[in-house]
Structure formats: C-alpha cells, structure tokens
C-alpha cells in the first residue's frame, strides 16, 4: 500500500471542505473496497478522509410515504430494518445477497454506491485496463470475464458494477442525494449514477471529488409483488454473473452494465401485455455479448417476472 | 495517537495509517490468534468484534477504531473455562489444522448475537418472520468464512451445539 495521509473529518463541512482542498483525496466509510484496492495499489490516494463516524446513518420515514436511509448507515442495518424487510423486501434481499455477514456489517450504503468493479482484469495491476489506467486497453473484451456488459459499455470497457444493493434502489426509483463543499446539494437517481463507460471508463460516476452522499431516499414502493434473484458460481458470498429485481412493473438487472440496468423495454412490453419471456426477450434484444450470456439473463429476468406474476417460481 | 481497547486492556498506539487492525494486533500488540489468510476480506480468518459486531480486520485501518472495543480468540475465554463457542468448536472436532479457527469461533460468536437481534440472512424464508436458526441458516451466515481443510460439517455441528447451549 502507497502512503498516505489520514484524517478523520470532524463532521460534514469539514470533510468537504478536506475533499475540496486535497486533489486526489478519497472518502473513507467502512473501507472494504477502497482499502482492499489500496492493498493492490489499484487505487492510490494521497489522503484518506474518514467520514465514518459522521452521524449519516439513520433510517428514517419521509414525508412521502418513503424511506431516508443515510449513506453511513450499514448494509446489515439496512437489510435488518423491519421497515425495510416489509416495504422493500427485494432491497433487503439484494442487500443480504452480497459479499459475507462480516463485509455487509461495515460496508455502508455510500460506500456500496462508490464501490468500482470487480472485473478480474481491472482488479489485475499487471493486465491493460483502460479503467484503471487510461489508454492501456481492455483486456476484458477478449478475456475470460464471465461478467461482461450487455448494455451501455464502449470499445473502451465491458466492465459492470458489482452492486447488487444498486439493482435493487434503480428498481424502486431511489435518489441518492449529495453536497459538495460549495453547500450545493443536488438529488441523482441511483439508476444514472454511474456513468456508462463510452470514451472514458476511468471516472466511474458523476460526483464531482468533493462531492459526498448523504442518503438515499426511498419512494413508497410501487404496488405489487417483489422479487430479487442473483445467479452466481456458488451459492454464497461471491459477485453476481446476473441478478434481477423485480417491484411491481419495473425490472432491474443488475452484473449486465457499469450501472444498474432499468429494462425499460421490459416493462414497456409487460406494460402492453406480454409473458415474462416475451418482456425479458424485449430487453436483451437490445443487448450486445455472447448469446449464452443473454441467453442466461432472458431466462433469469422471465422467471422473476412469472415469480413477481404468479408468487411461485418456476 | 490511537487508542483502543483489546480484550479489556486498553491500548495508545502512534502506528503507520496502512497498518490494518489485523496487522495492529498481530505485529504490534503480539495478540497472534486472528490469523491472516488473504488479507483481502475474502477468508474470514482475521475477524474479530469491534464494539460486538464481526468485521474482517485486515480491510480495516488501526487509525479507524479510535476508541473501540474489540474483542478477539484470545479474550473470550473467562480464565481456564472456554467460551461456550471454543468449548463446542472441540466437542464437535470442528477444526483440522487450525488456521481458520480462531476466526470462525469469532464469527460464531458474532451470528449467536445477530441471531438474537433477529438479523435475518439470505436463507431467511420470511424477513417479516422471526429467525429460526436452521442449517442452511447457519451455513449462510457462515459462508464468510472458509475453511481449507473443509471441517464444515463439524463446524456446523459446533455452532448448532453452541446455539443450543445459549438459547
């Protein structure tokens, strides 16, 4: 790990105001990405800002009828929270979905949003990456990544985003909200905050450096059954291959893109009538990879409908 | 300067920003039993408690636990009587070469507490339900941590009999 200089931010403004100040510098929450890329020295900051004991880590009702939940709280308060479990179920799954009990209890839903990705040739400091390092190449397009974009990647990058947690919030509409040191507050739908890849795989997001998650808001949950499913090469505690979530009449994919992917051919399908696997057919028309890799996803997102439709898998 | 209570004992330390909790009570205050596997959160070898909840030491900074209370292998027991965890852990043979052990009896000792909170995990059949401690429970609650000589059906066994011995 390269040195760098730590320092624990005393509350909000100061941490922004360390972030404006500090080119290059990175907020630290529960660390269980950024500190494991450090470790690979993937990621290099000169300064570490610990934001992890700001008191941003309350659930809390809104005004709509929806939930508040600060970035800083964990990934196990999350998923333990009865009001989550009962109105969000296919966010608590998502949640419960990822990495190990001990990754989820420091993991924070900030720190989920800002994690980068998991494709091997990323995480492999001696392979081309344009993510990592611009202009290197990517190794992935030709390589054995078994997670390579369906949707939105470019001639740069087939990575995708290992969240499962985002899949879930892009299904329910979530907002995440952030300040920058300027007291500029500005509300990105979770669906969007990443950026796709196109001439420039290296910034994974929109937020400008000194910009901090807050919280994510929750709008009531649509009407409707839910459902989350996660394919992966064993039954726990590894990233997905694909993954689904299903609220009501919107469907999320997630492992097939730099962001939580909305099929929104989907749902216009189901929308105008048409079986699961007429709608999930819908979506991976438009998908570009391996047709066994579509081929996997069509059939994961129709049973999730039929499962959301009928409450029985298949 | 950076205080810390380990196993009741407290601790000021001026260490190195890089040096993660493992490496922090391993190197410096010679506590040997968390165990470093990968050293990428992906073994569970190295988990310990911090204020009562299991973390991966080694994808933590020393400099982050500035006034917390962890709790590792070495401070569960009460003098000579074992932890009701350890003491399972060896009724059931739950271990070959050891590596692991330490971090898993740590980690069981953490799901016995999330249990009782009523935490649920991905093999929850009702999140609106309680949660009955089960199996596949256990077998997920555990899956982060991985066990090379794969004694799991014995570590299994341990944590059912520990389970059984605190409800």
Redesign the interface.
Known sequence: ?K????E?ARDVDHALSLAASSPGARF?AG??NI??LM?LEIEQPPR?I?V?RLPLAEISETASGGLRIGALATN?AV??DPRV??RY?AL??AI??G?????R??ASVGGNLMQRTRCPYFMDAAKPCNKRLPGSGCSAMEGLSSTLALFGASEMCVAVSPSDMSVALAAFDAVAETVRADGSVQRRPVETLHRLPGEAPQVDTDLAPDELILAVELPPPPPGRQVWRKVRAR???TGAIASVAVAGDRVALGAVAARPWRARFTEAALADGASPAEAAGAELAHADGPESRKSLVRRLAADAIREAKEGAAS | MTTIRVNGVDHAVDVDPRTSLLDLLRERLDLKGTKKGCDHGQCGACTVLVNGVRINACLSLAVMHDGDEVLTVEGLASGEVLHPVQQAFLTEDAFQCGYCTPGQICSAVGLLAEVAAGQPSEATADLDGPVTLTDAEIRERMSGNICRCSAYPQILAAVRRAAGAAA
Request: aromatic content about 8%.
């Open positions: 790990m040195p760098f200089a730590f624990r630290l660390g269980t500190l494991d470790k570490l610990d992890g196990t998923a333990s479990r009962r179920p608590a799954r419960l979905a990495g190990s009990v001990q990754l209890n420091k039954a726990s505690y």
